[in-house]
């Protein structure tokens, strides 16, 4: 029995015991020590990964991956890259201060101590704005007595903010010591290089930009469930001097670097080639240009995966909302436009604005929900929310031009089944305009009958005769084509798309017709050439046709690469001894071209292709529609080795002065062709005739390798070692003759005023009017000879015949800045054995065309700085053979495209016409009395048609007029002026709005904006087949590898001043 109750007592004390916090405190440190152990495995192992390379990188990868060790806690549990937090006390460092501006300063120098002022000024008030949020906002909202938010999200919504105040704290620092050796020194790029080039700078910034939307979309959250924290944003809005609110506080780190590269190229603009400070300048911008585009592009990310997260959480659609959520899908364009619906008579029932989402395969029409509180919407933007109206397939989703035939009828919204289906024209516009068009077409139906009448009088009037009834036809045909200019120009903002509907009962597919007002016709162009290439990204070759390099392993932008469009065979198979050697484009516009095709085609013009073998061959290519085609080919008495495009020099006034009293033809823009036998043919590039103007020879009838035109003088580069300067106006004697060495001149290139020619490895820079020479080794070793030249910003890129090396020289001081080896940049290239064969720079980016056919391209920056290399994609589309060269071709749209009242602006200037036949009709031709003021009385709003005769006074036969003859006096036979009776003839409609109206010419020069110029750019590489690199074995890897081959690239259009 005692045992038994012995043992039921340690039961009860045992049991007490493991349910005591005892038993819990031993539990948690066996926990606490086990997560050490896993800690200190995450320690080693970041230390096995950093010390490849040095201790940094260790002290680095612990910080990133070992939790425990960071020092700081950041919002969203991101790494911080070993940030160390630094107090910076503002009596030890005060602010940067100018000393009174010595005497004896250039005015250069006093423009540079203003932009340094500048500068100051500007860092002094973001500095403060940052200090602002982090003392009036975050502190305030993280004390302990304050419950306003919760200091997790606090932290959310500032995160990043200490680290970006510390490193301008620090740059302001070194910005007050050089400011206060400025006038010894003057000396500030180098400052900016140190200061922004340290990855810890492009951490924080890049954090604070993708952090940036989820911040304000706390506080958009936190204003509408916490009142207390919309109370605190108003007062502190309300006590600050500038009344700026939290939201135009945290948007400034966002513009920040925009501000530094404007006011580093002002500074750059006044600093003198020889200065020290110059080449340090150019360092800065590049650093700090290449710095905001990785952030713009980051921004512009994050703020499109907001913009679909937005709408896929309004979707309701399972299998949209996956294709939302699918880590492939991009946005490439979306905008508010609004959409009409129009009756059946062409009258606009309704409109509203719509959201339009361009997807990688998909069209997206939501309806838009601006609403919120006014409160609200004054401190933050709310953000809009949508409702998915509508979505369509891209590759079934059509632009359809004004005047295209379609099944649409104009007052219908949805069409008829394909079966069902009848031709007709488009029209889609104001419907008054229409009917007008119809009206005048009426009219001149009417007159064409009335001239006939008029042609079997028997009497012979002045003002009622058949050449006075033709003027009638011609001005009336006139005003049916300015009318249908102005049905045009209202057209240019309204996109139409046909887009896939429900199939009817009988299972025919329906198309439904939407109409969209774009806000201009810029974005109707930016619409149209958008989905143009969203199409083009959908073939199999461009779904993989990059590959980007690993430290460049992000997610990229849609369209960040250029599209392979199209492949061109050149010369005919019976020519594959044919080796192609270079092209040029050869610009021109084509009229007949509609809205959306020149948005979508190629640069409008000509491509020259040329090939050389035992003898010479041109193929020239008109490029005027969305695939080139080939129009000539031109067969040379010798192989063609060069081309050159020359364009007319805008002459000046002592020229324009001497070419009047000039009878003969100006030549214009031509083509120069280089031959092997040492002639240069120069060809009119107006249209393709191809008609020889001129042949220019050299002496030793050395080949012609390269051409290059600069300043009124053509350099042409020979195969003797020397380069032939031929001016515009000698008629093809050589001005001067040039000798750089022994060995051939391969490569001239052409930069400002100067002309760079390679012989050997020597690089002869020659002045332009003065043609003085200056020479520098551009390699090492003798053997190895420049081939290629190409310039961006302050430097030049070479190439040499052998090694896969490139190398970047400053163009002032001749030195070089980076050596680039291309053949290990990608697996694919074999080292040794490959070489670089071609260079272009276009559009920021660098192509390099090697000798195995594959192309590379890096990115670069394009304003003033060093285009140093930073990273690579690599091309998965290739040739079989070397790339014989690259070439971009670009043409500018016409600037009547982008202006929607080109009618009524400025094209009935002057009394200037054209007749049916396209001649042009000029009354100014006439003589005038200068002395003869302008008539002042007002006269009725009426439609005057504009006629070839000037006055019907010296026609014969007596005046046909209701008034009598003393009522009306006659005018004399040499006056030009119109009697009443003269002009009541042409008055045919007196309702004012049909009025054509002209603005003065000296008024539209005083209120017209700076035009936008659009330019369409596209990418030619030519060589020997075309293969797909790491494609799977069904697919041939080379087709046709004899085949002279082009491939053409197309790029987005740009949008420029």
């Not at 369509?392 to 009828?409: F, I, K, N, R, Y």
């Amino acid at each position: 029995m005692r045992l038994k109750e012995r043992c039921a007592v340690t039961s009860r004390e045992l049991a007490v015991r493991l349910s005591s916090p005892h038993v819990t405190h031993i539990r948690q440190t066996w926990l606490i020590y086990c997560n050490c152990v896993f800690q200190v495995q995450q320690l080693m192992k970041a230390a096995r990964n950093g010390t490849k390379d040095s201790f940094e990188k260790t002290k680095l990868a612990m910080f990133r991956k070992v939790s425990f060790l960071q020092r700081k806690e950041t919002g969203e549990g991101k790494d911080d890259a070993g940030y160390m937090d630094v107090s910076v006390s503002d009596l030890k460092h005060p602010p940067p201060q100018l000393s009174p501006m010595p005497e004896g300063l250039s005015s250069q120098q006093v423009v540079r101590r203003l932009i340094l002022s500048s500068i100051v000024q500007s860092e002094s008030s973001y500095l403060d704005s940052l200090k602002r949020i982090l003392q009036e906002y975050q502190k305030p909202l993280l004390e302990p007595p304050n419950l306003i938010l919760n200091h997790k999200k606090v932290r959310q919504i500032f995160y990043r903010m200490q680290e970006i105040h510390q490193c301008h704290s620090m740059f302001q620092i070194a910005l007050a010591s050089r400011v206060a050796e400025w006038d010894h020194s003057e000396k500030i790029g180098d400052l900016f290089v140190a200061s922004f080039s340290k990855s810890m700078v492009l951490n924080a910034y890049s954090d604070y930009i993708n952090n940036f939307t989820n911040a304000m979309a706390l506080i958009k959250k936190a204003c509408m469930s916490k009142p207390v924290f919309l109370d605190f944003l108003k007062k502190k809005q309300a006590s600050s001097p500038d009344r700026i609110t939290l939201y135009g506080l945290m948007v400034k780190p966002i513009q920040r670097f925009p501000q530094f590269i404007l006011l580093l190229q002002d500074m750059l603009k006044n600093t003198p080639r020889s200065h020290t400070d110059r080449l340090p300048l150019q360092l800065a911008l590049t650093e700090l240009e290449t710095l905001a585009e990785k952030l713009n592009e980051q921004k512009r990310l994050a703020d499109q995966e907001a913009e679909i997260q937005q709408i896929a959480h309004s979707v309701g659609d399972r299998n949209l909302n996956k294709l939302l959520n699918s880590e492939q899908r991009q946005l490439s364009q979306c905008e508010l436009l609004t959409e009409i619906v129009y009756g059946d008579k062409g009258q606009i029932l309704k409109s509203k604005e719509r959201k339009v989402f361009l997807l990688n395969d998909t069209l997206i029409c939501a309806n838009v929900n601006l609403k919120g509180p006014p409160d609200i919407s004054s401190l933050v933007p709310l953000g809009p929310k949508y409702t998915v109206k509508w979505c369509a397939p891209l590759l079934q989703t059509q632009v359809v031009e004004v005047g295209q035939d379609s099944p649409q009828m104009p007052g219908l919204n949805q069409t008829p089944s394909n079966s069902q289906a009848t031709d007709c024209k488009i029209f889609l516009g104001p419907p008054r305009l229409y009917q007008e068009l119809e009206e005048l077409q009426h009219d001149l139906a009417v007159v064409k009958e009335v001239s006939l009448l008029v042609g079997t009088l028997n009497g012979t009037y002045q003002n009622l005769n058949s050449t006075v009834s033709q003027d009638w036809c011609l001005a009336l045909q006139r005003l049916i084509r300015l009318k249908e200019e102005e049905i045009q120009s209202a057209d240019k903002c309204r996109l139409r798309l046909s887009v896939p509907g429900r199939p009817d009962k009988s299972g025919h597919p329906v198309s439904i017709m939407v109409v969209f007002n774009t806000p201009s016709p810029l974005s109707k162009i930016s619409w149209v050439n958008r989905l143009h290439l969203a199409k083009i990204a959908q073939r199999q070759e461009n779904t993989l046709g990059w590959e980007s390099a690993e430290e460049d392993g992000r997610k990229k932008g849609p369209f960040s690469c250029p599209l392979l469009t199209c492949r061109l065979p050149v010369f005919s198979s019976k020519t594959h001894t044919l080796k192609l050697e270079a092209a040029l484009h050869s610009p021109s516009q084509y009229s007949l071209l509609g809205f959306c095709t020149v948005s979508t085609s190629l640069p409008q013009g000509y491509l020259w292709v040329r090939g050389s073998s035992n003898h010479g061959q041109v193929e020239i290519f008109s490029l005027n529609r969305a695939t080139p085609r080939l129009v000539k080919t031109v067969p040379l008495r010798a192989p063609v080795l060069c081309l050159e495009y020359v364009k007319e020099p805008c002459p000046s006034e002592e020229e324009r002065e001497a070419e009047k009293t000039q009878t003969a033809a100006k030549i214009g823009n031509i083509i120069c062709v280089g031959l092997q036998d040492g002639s240069i043919h120069v060809y009119s590039s107006v249209d393709t005739a191809v008609q020889c103007l001129l042949t220019l020879v050299n002496a030793d009838s050395s080949p012609v390798l390269c051409l290059k035109y600069s300043l009124a003088f053509l350099f042409a580069g020979l195969a003797n070692g020397k380069v032939a300067v031929y001016h515009r106006r000698t008629g093809g004697e050589i001005s001067l003759l040039v000798s750089l060495g022994s060995q051939p001149v391969c490569t001239l290139l052409t930069l400002e005023e100067a002309v760079w020619a390679s012989c050997a490895n020597q690089v002869t820079v020659i002045q332009g009017s003065s043609l003085n020479t200056e020479s520098f080794q551009a390699h090492s070793d003798p053997g190895n000879s420049v081939s290629h030249m190409v310039h961006s910003g302050a430097g030049v890129w070479m190439a040499f015949t052998w090694g896969s090396s490139i190398h970047l020289f400053h163009t002032e001081t001749l030195e070089p800045l980076q050596e680039v080896k291309i053949s290990t940049r990608t697996t694919h290239l074999t080292p040794g054995q490959v070489s670089v064969s071609s260079l272009l720079i276009c559009q920021g980016l660098l192509w390099v065309g090697t000798s195995q056919g594959i192309i590379l391209t890096f990115p670069v920056p394009t304003l003033e700085g060093i285009p140093k290399i930073t990273g690579h994609v690599m091309s998965l589309n290739a040739h079989c053979g070397p790339v014989d060269f690259l070439m971009s071709i670009s043409s500018t749209l016409a600037s009547d495209l982008l202006r929607r009242d080109s009618v009524l602006n400025g094209s009935e200037e002057g009394n200037v016409g054209r007749d049916e036949g396209g001649q042009r009709l000029e009354h100014s031709s006439y003589p005038q009395d200068s002395q003869t003021p302008p008539p002042t009385e007002e006269k009725p709003k009426r439609l005057l048609l504009q006629y070839r005769l000037h006055s019907t006074c010296q026609l014969p036969g007596k005046v046909l007029t209701a008034q009598p003859e003393q009522g009306s006096p006659r005018a004399p036979h040499d006056s030009l002026e119109h009697s009443p009776e003269h002009s009541s003839i042409y008055e045919v409609n007196e309702d004012p709005d049909v009025w054509v109206r002209g603005r003065p010419r000296e008024r539209v020069k005083e209120v017209e904006p700076r035009r936008s110029k659009v330019t369409s750019t596209a990418i030619f590489s030519g060589g020997r087949g075309y293969r797909r690199i790491a494609q799977l074995a069904s697919v041939d890897p080379c087709s046709d590898s004899t085949e002279n081959t082009l491939l053409v690239w197309q790029l987005p259009l740009t949008l420029s001043q």
